[in-house]
């Protein structure tokens, strides 16, 4: 960030500020100090969606745990009675528990953002890294609170998520027994992923705040990909975009909304009502809808190591990302070949989701023919890998891009000219 | 000159200060490992979770073609009385054709009685029982499929179904663990 030559009005704010310049550094980060390309589209506004949406989880987690109590043979009473007897518990609950979906809605479209603009290229690679190491600490917290409610699924899904450990050579067993705190998912278990599920978005937290920090060294992305050459590409971040994101939020809530008041439980499984039970496996086991794709990608694999690190894979080899990408240009708006295969990308890992949800065994009526999960599964995986070992690398080296506009400056003053033609 | 005669012999000469920095910095490493090791080992399970290993279980209760089902350190074991068919099916089958091969007889203390953790050796979930090709097991997470041995026949697990230590204590009473 640059030096601040922010000056409070205030003589009594001028002199705290001197001595912990904290309000130059709102100044500077969230207010008119901050200069963003004047072309950023409305996929920008993901990333203060996403920084709503932690604080969400943090202010009603907080708050639920009150009245929430970690024990196996207590935990699951605990939210019931969060759900009936606390005031406005349900409420709480219900914005937790679909928060947690927003949040990952909200920050799969901002992933996307980045692939599709190529924000994760030269000089904004930290930037990137940071972001996939919050998706991950998000994963990480996500399973281990939807063990809290000590319900089947919770049981379940804990007993499945960490025996794919076992799978590790030599030590796998051992592993196990260590991250279950005895044979098998139990009190122990529960307690530690309850202190877990509560430090985890502190840390997501502080590295939100280090995400920020690199993007504001080399400024933000924006449609077109090209460098901001000057002042006159930029607005400052407050009023314009305060306001647009601001809009953005207005749109989200009642989105939000619509699931915590009228679908409350469309996003969880009917079988976390029924308390945990050792003893019976659910018929299916589904992991929440955010897991989808990768289990599917597990379970395509018949090898039950080489799945486990395929599962893995898939998410790491986000991290290659800015040099896969060889491209001239980083916006896709200009590389429609690799834009398409891009859009594939998107559908398949939406097909991915689609065959996680469904057991391998069944199989897909698609006009007269039918295709097993397992299959349409492996295929889709084969084409999530191909994608980003073969399509990215190859394609981006090989296609010419359109030609890149000279300035953002320029590029905005046309389409306003096209939007109001000469009066 | 003298300080350049003292620069050389610092940079290329070891001295009894690098030896100092060196012996501190291991003490110190060692220091902190030994102080990490409870903070890591207080995951690992507790002894009230290893002190309940061992269940005692009446077999006289359970018919022949039937299945019970116990708890034992937290994990369900199926304690059944096969019936003569099912024992011949289990040794009729050609080992090599097994993914994880051990023969029906290595399994057992007693023909009859078969006594395993029923937990899927892919990832953890309780098979149901006579289901599944082989009429044995049948895992509905991921779709393993299970003999009359608890052996693997057919999905992705990758070994049989583990075969807890027990003792017979007498004709009528197991003893798991």
């Known amino acids: 960030m640059a030096t601040s030559n922010y000056q409070p009005k205030n003589r009594f704010l001028r002199a705290f500020n001197e001595q912990l310049p904290i309000l130059s550094l709102i100044h500077d980060s969230l207010g008119p100090g901050y200069r963003a390309p004047k072309n950023l589209n409305y996929w920008w506004n993901f990333g203060s969606l996403a920084g709503f949406c932690l604080i969400v989880q943090i202010v009603t987690g907080i708050v639920l745990v009150m009245h929430y109590t970690p024990h196996a043979d207590l935990a699951f009473d605990s939210v019931e009675h969060i759900m009936r007897d606390v005031n406005y518990g349900w409420l709480l609950r219900y914005i937790h528990a679909n928060g947690a979906s927003m949040f990952f809605i909200v920050v799969y479209i901002h992933i996307f953002r980045g692939l599709f603009y190529g924000s994760y290229r030269s000089p904004r690679e930290t930037l990137w890294f940071l972001g996939v190491i919050i998706y991950l600490l998000m994963m990480a917290t996500g399973f281990m609170g939807y063990v809290l409610p000590w319900g089947q699924m919770s049981f379940w899904g804990a007993t499945v998520i960490t025996n794919l450990f076992s799978a590790v050579p030599l030590v796998g067993d051992e592993i196990v027994t260590f991250l279950w705190g005895g044979y098998s998912v139990d009190n122990p278990t529960l307690q530690r992923f309850f202190s877990l599920h509560y430090l985890l978005p502190f840390v997501i937290l502080g590295m939100v705040i280090l995400h920020i920090w690199a993007l504001h060294i080399p400024g933000s992305n924006n449609p077109l990909g090209i460098d901001v050459q000057g002042p006159q590409d930029q607005v400052p971040f407050h009023p314009y975009y305060t306001a647009k994101d601001a809009f953005g939020l207005g749109l989200f809530l009642i989105f939000f909304a619509v699931f915590v008041f009228y679908f409350p439980n469309f996003l969880g499984h009917p079988d976390n009502y029924i308390e945990a039970n050792p003893m019976v496996t659910p018929a299916h086991i589904v992991p929440e809808w955010y897991y989808l794709p990768f289990y599917a990608i597990l379970r395509a694999i018949p090898d039950k190591l080489g799945g486990v690190v395929a599962m893995f894979a898939a998410i790491l080899i986000l991290f290659a990302m800015p040099w896969l990408d060889g491209s001239k240009a980083r916006s896709s708006r200009f590389r429609p070949i690799y834009r398409t295969f891009l859009w594939l990308f998107v559908a398949n890992a939406i097909l991915l989701g689609y065959v996680g949800a469904n057991s391998p065994d069944d199989f897909l009526h698609l006009g007269g023919v039918d295709i097993s999960f397992l299959t349409l599964g492996r295929i889709a995986t084969a084409y999530y890998f191909l994608f980003f070992l073969v399509i990215v690398p190859v394609v981006s080296r090989w296609e010419e891009p359109l030609p890149l506009p000279k300035s953002i400056n320029e590029e905005v003053l046309k389409k306003a000219a096209k939007a109001a033609p000469a009066e | ?177």
Not at chain 2, 4 to 28: I, K, N, P
Not at chain 2, 72 to 101: C, M, N, Q, Y
Not at chain 2, 128 to 137: A, N, T, V
């Open chain 2, 1 to 177: 000159m003298a300080t350049t005669e003292q620069g050389t012999s610092e940079g290329t000469d070891v001295t009894r200060r690098d030896f100092l920095y060196v012996a501190s910095g291991a003490f110190a490493a060692v220091g902190a490992a030994a102080a990490a090791w409870p903070l890591i080992d207080q995951m690992n399970p507790s002894a009230d979770v290893l002190a309940l290993s061992s269940i005692e279980v009446d077999l006289s209760a359970i018919d022949v073609g039937q299945s019970v089902t116990v708890l034992w350190r937290g994990k369900p074991v199926f304690v059944r009385h096969r019936t003569p068919k099912e024992i011949e099916e289990a040794r009729a089958v050609d080992l090599a054709s097994l993914p994880d091969p051990q023969a029906d007889e290595d399994r057992v203390q007693k023909p009859e009685w078969l006594i395993m953790v029923g937990v899927c050796t892919h990832l953890g979930c309780v098979p149901i029982g006579e289901r599944g090709d082989y009429d044995g097991w049948f895992c509905p997470c991921h779709g393993s499929h299970y003999d009359t041995s608890g052996r693997i026949r057919k999905g992705p697990a990758p070994k049989n179904l583990e075969v807890p230590e027990y003792v017979f204590l007498n004709d009528t009473t197991v003893k798991i663990g």
